[in-house]
């Protein structure tokens, strides 16, 4: 079914019932059809039928634009049309399992100038670069082919935005919340008039503080953190998109832990289990969710291998217990 936005919630348009998606990041698609070495994951709709087992109402799909290029051999306009051909038996997985799907255009940078986060080892280094004529042209092929498929029921516009500046401020805000509009008013709105736009935040997606003075002006929008444990550490969930929930729809579209490392529990300034802490607070707003990430090799992961060493049917599907 439809998702409308409506005040601070979600609702579902054929009934007026609030909607709560509590579901898991999938691997892109292209990046499991095209990654060199053994297939980890199945591809296919296995994940998506053990996620839904599992619990799952929703998944979010992810598209690196350097997966796109590559799908297309370097012509982008290939890559979106092996991009549609995934997405089609996504669709058909989610109608068969009543599972809802999110959309994500997952680059990192700062849309809004064209500037990319960069890592700095290779080949991971041009894994978020793209375009403004990417970034459009990809959101016109989606929206023209999904506008009336309910299945589809978000379109994220933009993974991660950051800026050079350890969080954002209400210029960057405003710059973000302007490249949203455009990019909605210019591309999507003329294709998909009610489908329902996710707008992320800034510092890697987590700090919405400055979207409850400045929304995105458009007809259905929500918001998007991601939560991850290190980010409490300079702002709180409550000043960083807590307060933002009470007023616009928030989800938290990326949440995701490990037992150490970077993503590990401990990053966090709370008082109880990372995990623990967080399901309250977002239990106590009825925050949508997605883990990060149905997998056993994109950190932090829902998944670890057995002794075969490979993912190919349901009993390999062995949950981490350190990212749950």
């Known amino acids: 079914m439809a998702i409308q936005s409506e005040g601070n919630r979600l609702i579902r348009t054929e009934n007026g019932a609030p909607a709560r998606l509590a579901g898991v990041n999938i691997q892109d698609p292209l990046w499991q059809r095209l990654s060199p070495g ?189 939560p991850y444990p290190h980010h409490s550490q300079a702002k709180s969930w409550e000043q960083a998109f807590g307060r933002t929930s009470e007023k616009l729809p928030v989800l938290l579209t990326e949440v995701g832990f490990a037992s150490n490392g970077f993503f590990g529990r401990d990053h966090h300034r709370g008082f109880r289990n990372w995990e623990l802490e967080l399901q309250s607070y977002a239990d106590a707003r009825a925050l949508s969710f997605f883990a990060w990430n149905f997998s056993a090799s994109w950190e932090p992961t829902l998944l670890k291998l057995g002794p075969s060493g490979v993912i190919k049917t349901k009993a390999d599907f062995i949950p981490n217990e350190a990212g749950l």
């Open 38 to 226: 053994p297939r980890i994951l199945p591809h296919g709709p296995l994940s998506m039928e053990v996620a839904a087992a599992w619990g799952a109402n929703a998944v979010r799909v992810p598209f690196h634009p350097v997966t796109i290029r590559h799908a297309g051999s370097g012509n982008w306009r290939r890559g979106l049309e092996a991009t549609i051909a995934e997405l089609d038996w996504i669709t058909l997985a989610a109608q068969a399992l009543r599972l809802d799907v999110v959309v994500d255009f997952h680059a990192i940078g700062f849309p809004a100038t064209e500037s990319t986060f960069d890592f700095d080892e290779a080949p991971y280094s041009d894994i978020y670069r793209t375009t403004a004529d990417e970034i459009e042209s990809f959101w016109k092929a989606i929206a023209e082919r999904y506008a009336d498929i309910p299945e589809i029921v978000a379109f994220e516009l933009y993974n991660e935005a950051e800026r050079d500046s350890a969080f954002g401020n209400a210029n960057d805000w405003e710059a973000h919340a302007s490249w949203a509009e455009n990019l909605l008013q210019k591309i999507i709105r003329p294709l998909a008039p009610n489908k329902l736009a996710i707008i992320g935040g800034l510092h890697f997606g987590y700090d919405l503080e400055e979207a409850a003075n400045r929304p995105v002006q458009d007809i259905n929008v929500a918001y998007a953190s991601h």
